[in-house]
Nanobody, 116 residues
């Protein structure tokens, strides 16, 4: 059974940092493109960041460029999202996603709340 389990969410003041983790089981993460998405209250889920299988390239939403960093540890079957300089508008449930072609797996999400 494939599972993606996010952790590391919480409450932080504006300007603070959090590191999210996504631990995968039941699949070999190195064979997938891991991504982070987020969904704020009353809004649609949106793309945040993605990283290549080797970790050599990454892509970010314009709203998080320069503040968030996605990374992966294939040996630990885990992907991370380092979030710095957090803003209240970053408040959302953050979801881990692993995709390969038409195959798409999602975690259940972890809540990040940023206070002003």
């Amino acid at each position: 059974q494939v599972q993606l389990v996010e952790s590391g969410g919480g409450f932080v003041q504006a300007g603070g940092s959090l590191r999210l983790s996504c631990a995968a089981s039941g699949l070999t993460l190195s064979r997938y493109t891991p991504c982070w998405f987020r969904q704020a209250p009353g809004k649609e889920r949106e793309f945040v960041a993605a990283i290549s299988w080797s970790g050599g390239s990454s892509d970010y939403a314009d709203s998080v460029k320069g503040r968030f960093t996605i990374s992966r540890d294939n040996a630990k079957n885990t992907v991370y999202l380092q979030m710095n300089s957090l803003k209240p508008e970053d408040t959302a449930v953050y979801y881990c996603n692993a995709r390969q072609g038409a195959v798409n797996y999602w975690g259940k999400g972890t809540l990040v709340t940023v206070s002003s």
